[in-house]
């Protein structure tokens, strides 16, 4: 079954989407969107609203943004994703808090670089979760923002929020 539920946050309303898990796990988060998103989810016939279900979620993402939390702790959906997008989505969850790679650093870190280093862009472009699965932390090798599925001026903003933009 499908659940769904609104979280109000600096970013405007997050849409949270996830699957019921068997046992004790509860809701797989299956996708993380902000408003206006490009390729983001929207709520299909059938699904279930549940905010019960994305209480821990919410909270988590709460003390994030109040600056309480650098590190989510929560039960992402397998088998989404290609093995590549897996691959690359792994990486992004590897880059620390307040800090940020390149688009060229994540191709090499898959196997990638050269020619990849667009195939990264597009996989990272694809990322279903935003802000728990770091994508804004990806910046140009110049330093520059680029490419924000949410838009530039979250991205600046989340990277605001953990610190990585001083000395910019």
């Known amino acids: 079954m ?9 970013l405007g309303e997050l849409l949270l989407v996830g699957e019921e898990t068997p046992g004790a796990a509860g809701v797989a988060l299956v996708s993380l969107s902000v408003p206006g998103q490009k390729g983001g989810t929207v709520v299909r016939d059938g699904w279930v609203r549940a905010p019960e279900a994305f209480a821990g979620a919410a909270a ?37 808090y307040g800090e940020t790679v390149s688009y060229g650093q994540i191709a090499a870190r898959v196997g990638a ?13 694809r990322n279903p979760l935003l802000v728990v699965r770091p994508c804004h932390r990806v910046i140009g090798a110049d330093g520059a923002l680029r490419g924000y599925a949410g838009g530039l001026e979250r991205k600046e903003r989340l990277l605001g929020l953990e610190g990585a933009l001083a000395g910019r």
């Open 2 to 10: 499908t659940m769904y539920a609104t979280v109000d946050s600096p």
């Open 60 to 96: 988590q993402l709460r003390e994030y943004f109040e600056g309480r939390r650098t590190r989510f702790d929560l039960v992402y959906a397998q088998g989404r994703g290609t093995e590549f997008q897996r691959r690359v989505w792994a990486e992004l969850d590897a880059v620390p």
């Open 113 to 125: 670089s050269g020619a990849g280093v667009r195939a990264v862009g597009t996989a990272i472009g």
